[in-house]
């Protein structure tokens, strides 16, 4: 990758090579320490696996950014922000801490990136089709507003985290796309930073499958993992909406964010109707109603992974073909309550 005339390369090797070479070592340095993920009656798998996927990701794309060719100054919060989810989030797999603890922590990261970084969504589009040029704004409401949807992303990817891939191949899609509306854009150290984490996650599935690395040296993302992609997602898919010329549209961002956002609204929803406790981890997620009826591991991986990239690209060319705000905001409600409809008829049957 050519980056403003100079050759970027030397930060994907390093990343490449930690990622694997951690992969590889930390696992069983977790065993040996408790840092694992063991079976219980939410969690079904086989046998306790090394929760570290997230740590060998992040101290991978830090020692790797230390040779990217430009200064990471402007930078400074997400990192810093990513490393206090990455400590809350080591400390839970390791110790299964309240569900409140990392509520605060997650609120000071958002507040961090939003008060003190300025990463704000500022506007919703024209969703009710003025015409005028005018858009939707948010006034005193943008600051609580930002807060809110930076942890409910950072959560929507922790709650689909649930099935062998599934975080990864989400993140993998929206930040391919991402990736790609920068690079058309001339947003090349976004790009730059997307592509070093693509290619970290993309490693990691890899570790992630059993059906490729065996059960012996399968590893999870972990709590760590799973909030530091989410974090990462929300921060770039507000960036890239808030710019002078914005490079997504603000309205396709919930498309570009797609299943683990989608999935997180209905369980919230049908948690709220139902009323029960609203941050209490249960099997009522899209992946465990499709493993009870019967799906294999990779049929449905490969139905959400279809799902996801549906939503993605109808982000992508709403973006690149301008699509009129109120279609893609209004547009995205039937496929929500159809998505809820079935889920519903998946739990009944």
Excluded at 50 to 58: M, S, Y
Excluded at 281 to 309: C, T
């Amino acid at each position: 990758m050519d980056v403003s005339g100079k050759v970027g390369y030397f930060s994907f090797i390093v990343v490449i090579g930690m990622s694997i070479y951690l992969m590889l070592k930390l696992g069983p340095i977790a065993r040996r320490i408790g840092l694992v993920d063991n079976p219980n009656e939410r969690k079904q798998h086989g046998s306790s696996v090394p929760a570290i996927g997230g740590v060998a990701i992040f101290i991978a794309i830090s020692l790797g950014l230390m040779f990217a060719p430009f200064g990471l100054g402007e930078y400074r919060y997400l990192l810093f922000s990513c490393g206090l989810l990455m400590i809350i989030g080591v400390l839970d797999d390791h110790r299964d801490i309240s569900a409140n603890s990392k509520f605060v922590v997650q609120l000071i990261v958002a507040g961090i990136l939003v008060i003190g970084n300025g990463v704000e969504v500022t506007a919703i589009g024209d969703i009710f089709y003025w015409g005028d040029g005018n858009e939707q704004g948010l006034s005193w409401l943008a600051t609580p507003l930002s807060i809110i949807a930076i942890i409910g992303v950072i959560n929507a990817l922790n709650m689909i985290d649930g099935h062998d891939g599934l975080a990864a191949s989400m993140f993998i899609i929206t930040a391919g796309t991402l990736l790609l509306l920068s690079g058309l854009s001339g947003a090349w150290k976004i790009q730059y930073l997307l592509g070093l984490f693509c290619i970290s996650v993309c490693i990691f599935l890899y570790f992630n499958l059993t059906w490729m690395v065996g059960q012996s040296r399968q590893i999870f993302l972990g709590d760590a993992g799973s909030m530091l992609l989410g974090l990462v997602l929300v921060y770039f898919v507000i960036i890239l909406s808030e710019t002078e010329v914005p490079i997504i549209k603000r309205t396709a961002a919930p498309w570009i964010l797609g299943l683990p956002l989608m999935d997180m609204c209905a369980v919230v929803i049908l948690r709220i109707v139902r009323r029960v406790s609203v941050i209490n981890a249960d099997r009522r997620h899209i992946h465990h109603l499709l493993s009870e009826k019967g799906f294999s591991k990779k049929s449905l991986l490969l139905i959400l992974i279809s799902f996801q990239v549906f939503l993605c690209t109808v982000g992508l060319i709403g973006t690149i073909w301008n699509f009129p705000d109120w279609v893609l905001f209004w547009f995205l409600f039937p496929i929500l309550f159809l998505y809820m409809y079935y889920r519903l008829t998946l739990s009944s049957n």
